[in-house]
């Protein structure tokens, strides 16, 4: 597939494909944005190989898709590095990483970073964030990549979102990580530097 190949990554368990209307929610509006007429249909394309724990890769372009099934095991994230990037933009979620790669490469002995976009914060490489302040947990208002678990929680109301700065992570009690393979997770003890 090409350079510029576009990728879902869904949660299968027990045989079935984790959330997949917020997935195909996103693939759809991915394509729209950038005038592609195809359409995939991953309610009828996505079949888990049996009941283990799969981490789905939905490749696609306009052209053609394909699937892959990989064994999954969480890592866990203890640490994040604070890291800039005022010019980075990864609205939509690309197999290519290059740019994500090199802020994660800054990590500096850390699990992972927590991306500073225009003095808000954003994600870490491979989650959307949530800080809880004030007894709420509140999201960034504009993450660079709007991932499914977080469409989800905030449709669900159990999440809110909003502009958050550096400084609220000083003010937040917990923080949790969010992507369609872990769900909701808090970080315990977490450090942020």
């Known amino acids: 597939m090409k350079l510029n190949t576009l990728l879902e990554t869904i949660r299968c368990e027990e045989g079935v494909a984790q959330h997949l209307l917020y997935h195909q929610r996103r693939l759809d509006a991915s394509l729209h944005s950038l005038g592609i007429t195809v359409g995939y249909n991953l309610f009828d394309l996505i079949t888990p190989p049996d009941n283990a724990l799969y981490r789905c890769r939905f490749l696609y372009d306009e052209f053609r898709y394909t699937i892959e099934y ?6 866990k994230i203890t640490s994040l590095r ?8 990864y609205s939509l979620k690309y197999t290519r990483r290059d740019p994500l790669q090199k802020l994660f490469d800054q990590r500096n002995g850390c699990d992972d970073i927590l991306i500073v976009h225009n003095d808000y914060l954003t994600d870490t490489s491979i989650a959307n964030i949530a800080l809880f302040i004030d007894n709420q947990w509140l999201t960034p208002v504009s993450p660079l990549l709007e991932g499914t678990t977080r469409a989800r929680l905030i449709e669900e109301k159990k999440i809110i979102p909003a502009p958050l700065r550096i400084s609220d992570v000083h003010n937040a009690s917990k923080i949790a990580l969010m992507n369609a393979m872990i769900g ?4 315990e003890n977490a450090i942020i530097r």
């Open 70 to 75: 990989h064994s999954y095991t969480p890592k």
């Open 82 to 89: 604070l890291i800039h990037a005022d010019t980075l933009d």
């Open 184 to 187: 909701f997770v808090e970080i």
